[in-house]
């Protein structure tokens, strides 16, 4: 193919003594006419490309029918108001309304669609006060990591004059008597490409008062010594303390301050500032806090600090470590609410204060528990909590705190009948004999044959499970006839610490291994051929994706890297990449160099290898993976391939990382997906 130029300007860098060769630095300067010149060209070019193949118009058209269902969150309770997020269908943004008790007419609060023509203002988060009169709520632009917080009167419907900017990575917290929040903020970048480009660093946690300039917001805490420390402040519910979380990067171990909100001028307690292990604080009585922590418990378990006695010789375990890995703990109505996964399916058992189990509450089915939330006090009487899996969408239950009864309270109308498909999960070895999980999922009467056009996707990093969860677009390509592959590789939380630890670091290989080991086992188990095999993932799963293209393309017949870490020697000097290290170590230890320069996916490429029909994904405004991770990964893949196969970047305007994308948006970035792959895998769309 005549691909559109990369020109490839001769470029060595040495690192440890070490020749780094990178030809496409260039494009690291995104606002640059020349590297503005080639997107637009390259966008152009894919564009061409796509609009050709077919099926896409008729794949768009199902998208839309599919994705045209209710979806709601789970509502928060506050003095007898529920809060809660809707989007009817195929809105660009989901719309917060509000309502009085169980039974009440739903008011529209915040429609995010309204500050927007084209739907790219999203609304991010929310917060009411604790007297239900204000929303505090988040604003991102263009799927930006950056917010705008503002205050939202709900009976009036209208914003008081409160802004809050230069947020990133942090919530609020208001206290009790709803006269103000917590908040976490970095200084203001330098304008321009810094905005999105910039290293994120020294974040400080200020409290803002209702009504107020945030100039004269009061700074509650900052660390100028450690630039990498974050702050997230959560006020208890008694409203006597503020429980500072300091986290360094996507470390899991992390630090826990407490303040007097009387003494909030003093400075706070060290509770646990070791760094030894994760502590997730769940709540407290009175001078007893509670965590959820994995401190001498890979599998987690919750224990109980008396601030005033927090020597470790002291500490209670409240609920033991067990078989399988707690993934989430809440406090409700006085009761400690925790799920595990077992063989990645949601257990949930209700507990005591005192660790006696209370009840194992009965779920609609196997699957996926999330937002198990409510009121702490000992008088709540409701819970609510999200369920789905690969052929139920989002799903909302409030469960009786009394009678252990879970009643749906949301439940969407769907344009399919789930009956029509099937699901199994299968154990396959690994490379090193490790036994790993993997869904396989396809609508009834396939024939499985060898030869089904096959979507297997993975991510394996930061402690995050891969959960069976619906997806408009796995749901799509199942009903085309084609099979979508779930892998729980290593690096993720399905198992625990151990399991998460297995993938990161100099371990890093085996989630490349496992990812591998999946698709020769859906080969050599009959369901597939490399012909018809694609691999997908989106940002730790791009690297995925991109280091399994380059170590094995002779193995897959197409492969979708979505907004990949695709360049491991440079990915911690932009936005927040820094604070990866902990999954990947740090191109600027040596030791951690050997092992990251041994399969970062850019720096694999080699000239004149037949890759396989490649079509990367990224977002013009992604400040989590700097996107030029996916330009240079795409200028050298062309340059490199050999035969017909196409190599293509889908760069998409007013977009980032993935959050907030609008529905439009996202329906067209997978209308394109789709086509290729199955132009890519000779599959008809029927």
């Given at each position: 193919?005549?691909?559109?130029?990369?020109?490839?300007?001769?470029?060595?860098?040495?690192?440890?003594?070490?020749?780094?060769?990178?030809?496409?630095?260039?494009?690291?300067?995104?606002?640059?006419?020349?590297?503005?010149?080639?997107?637009?060209?390259?966008?152009?070019?894919?564009?061409?490309?796509?609009?050709?193949?077919?099926?896409?118009?008729?794949?768009?058209?199902?998208?839309?029918?599919?994705?045209?269902?209710?979806?709601?969150?789970?509502?928060?309770?506050?003095?007898?108001?529920?809060?809660?997020?809707?989007?009817?269908?195929?809105?660009n943004q989901p719309v917060l309304?509000?309502?009085?008790?169980?039974?009440?007419?739903?008011?529209?609060?915040?429609?995010?669609?309204?500050?927007?023509?084209?739907?790219?203002?999203?609304?991010?988060?929310?917060?009411?006060?604790?007297?239900?009169?204000?929303?505090?709520?988040?604003?991102?632009?263009?799927?930006?990591?950056?917010?705008?917080?503002?205050?939202?009167?709900?009976?009036?419907?209208?914003?008081?004059?409160?802004?809050?900017?230069?947020?990133?990575?942090?919530?609020?917290?208001?206290?009790?008597?709803?006269?103000?929040?917590?908040?976490?903020?970095?200084?203001?970048?330098?304008?321009?490409?810094?905005?999105?480009?910039?290293?994120?660093?020294?974040?400080?946690?200020?409290?803002?008062?209702?009504?107020?300039?945030?100039?004269?917001?009061?700074?509650?805490?900052?660390?100028?010594?450690?630039?990498?420390?974050?702050?997230?402040?959560?006020?208890?519910?008694?409203?006597?303390?503020?429980?500072?979380?300091?986290?360094?990067?996507?470390?899991?171990?992390?630090?826990?301050?407490?303040?007097?909100?009387?003494?909030?001028?003093?400075?706070?307690?060290?509770?646990?500032?070791?760094?030894?292990?994760?502590?997730?604080?769940?709540?407290?009585?009175?001078?007893?806090?509670?965590?959820?922590?994995?401190?001498?418990?890979?599998?987690?378990?919750?224990?109980?600090?008396?601030?005033?006695?927090?020597?470790?010789?002291?500490?209670?375990?409240?609920?033991?470590?067990?078989?399988?890995?707690?993934?989430?703990?809440?406090?409700?109505?006085?009761?400690?609410?925790?799920?595990?996964?077992?063989?990645?399916?949601?257990?949930?058992?209700?507990?005591?204060?005192?660790?006696?189990?209370?009840?194992?509450?009965?779920?609609?089915?196997?699957?996926?528990?999330?937002?198990?939330?409510?009121?702490?006090?000992?008088?709540?009487?409701?819970?609510?909590?999200?369920?789905?899996?690969?052929?139920?969408?989002?799903?909302?239950?409030?469960?009786?705190?009394?009678?252990?009864?879970?009643?749906?309270?949301?439940?969407?109308?769907?344009?399919?009948?789930?009956?029509?498909?099937?699901?199994?999960?299968?154990?396959?070895?690994?490379?090193?004999?490790?036994?790993?999980?993997?869904?396989?999922?396809?609508?009834?009467?396939?024939?499985?044959?060898?030869?089904?056009?096959?979507?297997?996707?993975?991510?394996?990093?930061?402690?995050?499970?891969?959960?069976?969860?619906?997806?408009?677009?796995?749901?799509?390509?199942?009903?085309?006839?084609?099979?979508?592959?779930?892998?729980?590789?290593?690096?993720?939380?399905?198992?625990?610490?151990?399991?998460?630890?297995?993938?990161?670091k100099a371990q890093k290989q085996?989630?490349?291994?496992?990812?591998?080991?999946?698709?020769?086992?859906?080969?050599?188990?009959?369901?597939?051929?490399?012909?018809?095999?694609?691999?997908?993932?989106?940002?730790?799963?791009?690297?995925?994706?991109?280091?399994c293209l380059t170590q094995r393309?002779?193995?897959?017949?197409?492969?979708?890297?979505?907004?990949?870490?695709?360049?491991?020697?440079?990915?911690?000097?932009?936005?927040?990449?820094?604070?990866?290290?902990?999954?990947?170590?740090?191109?600027?230890?040596?030791?951690?160099?050997?092992?990251?320069?041994?399969?970062?996916?850019?720096?694999?490429?080699?000239?004149?290898?037949?890759?396989?029909?490649?079509?990367?994904?990224?977002?013009?405004?992604?400040?989590?993976?700097?996107?030029?991770?996916?330009?240079?990964?795409?200028?050298?893949?062309?340059?490199?391939?050999?035969?017909?196969?196409?190599?293509?970047?889908?760069?998409?305007?007013?977009?980032?990382?993935?959050?907030?994308?609008?529905?439009?948006?996202?329906?067209?970035?997978?209308?394109?997906?789709?086509?290729?792959?199955?132009?890519?895998?000779?599959?008809?769309?029927?």
């Open positions: 193919m005549h691909y559109p130029t990369s020109p490839r300007k001769n470029f060595v860098e040495k690192i440890h003594n070490v020749d780094i060769t990178d030809d496409y630095r260039w494009l690291e300067d995104i606002e640059s006419q020349p590297t503005q010149e080639w997107i637009s060209a390259q966008s152009k070019f894919t564009q061409e490309y796509l609009e050709k193949l077919p099926g896409r118009d008729k794949l768009q058209e199902r998208l839309r029918q599919l994705w045209n269902f209710d979806k709601y969150d789970a509502p928060v309770q506050k003095q007898g108001r529920l809060f809660y997020t809707h989007n009817n269908g195929l809105q309304f509000w309502q009085e008790g169980y039974a009440g007419k739903p008011i529209e609060l915040i429609d995010p669609n309204k500050l927007s023509g084209d739907g790219t203002l999203a609304l991010v988060g929310y917060v009411p006060s604790p007297d239900g009169k204000f929303v505090a709520y988040g604003i991102s632009a263009a799927g930006s990591d950056w917010m705008i917080w503002n205050v939202r009167n709900v009976e009036t419907g209208k914003d008081t004059e409160d802004t809050i900017e230069w947020v990133k990575f942090s919530w609020v917290s208001w206290t009790k008597d709803s006269s103000g929040f917590f908040y976490s903020r970095y200084d203001a970048p330098v304008s321009g490409e810094q905005d999105f480009k910039g290293t994120n660093f020294h974040q400080k946690l200020f409290f803002h008062r209702i009504g107020q300039l945030q100039v004269l917001d009061v700074l509650i805490h900052e660390d100028a010594d450690q630039k990498e420390w974050g702050f997230g402040g959560e006020v208890t519910d008694d409203g006597e303390f503020l429980v500072i979380s300091v986290w360094k990067g996507t470390h899991r171990e992390n630090g826990i301050l407490i303040k007097e909100l009387a003494k909030l001028t003093e400075q706070p307690q060290n509770l646990l500032m070791d760094f030894d292990a994760s502590y997730q604080y769940l709540g407290n009585d009175g001078n007893r806090f509670y965590f959820e922590t994995d401190f001498d418990a890979p599998l987690s378990r919750i224990i109980a600090i008396d601030r005033q006695n927090p020597d470790r010789k002291h500490w209670k375990e409240v609920i033991p470590e067990g078989k399988d890995a707690i993934v989430a703990s809440s406090w409700v109505g006085n009761r400690l609410f925790v799920t595990r996964l077992h063989d990645v399916a949601s257990q949930i058992t209700c507990y005591s204060l005192d660790g006696k189990i209370i009840s194992i509450p009965q779920l609609p089915g196997s699957g996926t528990v999330t937002s198990f939330i409510g009121p702490s006090s000992e008088d709540a009487r409701y819970a609510f909590y999200l369920f789905t899996n690969f052929f139920t969408p989002l799903e909302v239950y409030r469960y009786d705190l009394e009678t252990g009864e879970s009643v749906l309270f949301k439940q969407p109308r769907v344009t399919f009948d789930p009956k029509e498909f099937f699901m199994q999960q299968v154990f396959y070895p690994g490379k090193d004999g490790t036994l790993i999980p993997m869904f396989i999922c396809y609508k009834k009467g396939l024939m499985i044959n060898g030869d089904a056009p096959t979507y297997l996707y993975g991510y394996g990093g930061f402690n995050a499970p891969s959960l069976p969860a619906f997806m408009v677009s796995a749901l799509l390509w199942m009903e085309i006839g084609g099979i979508f592959a779930l892998a729980n590789i290593r690096g993720g939380g399905e198992y625990g610490k151990a399991w998460h630890e297995a993938g990161t085996n989630v490349f291994d496992d990812f591998i080991a999946a698709g020769e086992w859906l080969i050599a188990n009959g369901y597939t051929c490399t012909p018809r095999l694609a691999i997908g993932g989106r940002s730790n799963g791009g690297l995925l994706v991109g280091a393309p002779d193995l897959f017949g197409a492969a979708l890297p979505i907004v990949g870490v695709l360049d491991m020697l440079r990915f911690h000097k932009f936005t927040i990449g820094w604070a990866w290290v902990s999954d990947y170590g740090s191109p600027d230890n040596p030791v951690d160099f050997n092992y990251l320069s041994a399969y970062s996916p850019y720096h694999h490429i080699q000239d004149g290898q037949a890759y396989p029909p490649t079509l990367i994904c990224t977002g013009d405004h992604d400040d989590r993976v700097f996107p030029a991770h996916s330009f240079k990964f795409a200028a050298r893949l062309q340059t490199a391939q050999a035969g017909s196969a196409p190599v293509l970047i889908r760069i998409d305007v007013r977009a980032g990382h993935g959050a907030g994308k609008p529905t439009a948006k996202q329906i067209e970035e997978l209308a394109d997906q789709w086509a290729f792959l199955a132009n890519a895998l000779n599959h008809e769309i029927k």
